[in-house]
């Protein structure tokens, strides 16, 4: 009995050992354009912006969240990790029947596994009236 014992916990720290690989908390280095000029644009249009994410680090680039300032803006990002080296998408929505006329800038926040965490890029454009 004393020998199952003794050998099952050997084989459990020997299986933890060979999860080497699995490193959590790194911290890794994103380049992104800030700043999105739609220009003018007529009320009721949907503005797409298209933030192009680049992954200048040296550990995977993880997006956890990517949330508008309003609820006239959504946002959908890339789920998997993105590799050292190469670059995704953030595209963000804004749909101007929401928003005022005039020049307006929405902001999206990207979290992700950086330092600063938060990023923010604007979305700038002037709604004008039909």
Known sequence: MRFLLFF????III??????DIQV????????????????IIKGEMITAKFKIENI??????????????SCTVA????N??????????????NT??????IINKSVRIVANTNPSINKVIIKANVIKR
Not at 81 to 94: E, F, K, M
Not at 97 to 102: N, V
């Open 8 to 11: 099952s916990i050997i084989i």
């Open 97 to 102: 029947e929401k928003t005022g006329a005039g």
């Open 76 to 79: 959908e990002y890339p789920e």
């Open 57 to 70: 680090g040296d550990y995977p680039l993880v997006i956890g969240e990517v949330k508008g300032s309003c």
């Open 25 to 40: 908390g790194n911290k890794t280095i994103m380049k992104v354009d800030s700043l999105f000029n739609a220009g003018k």
């Open 81 to 94: 990790p993105i590799n050292p080296g190469d670059s995704g998408y953030v595209l963000a929505y804004i």
């Open 15 to 20: 299986s933890c050992n060979n999860n080497l």
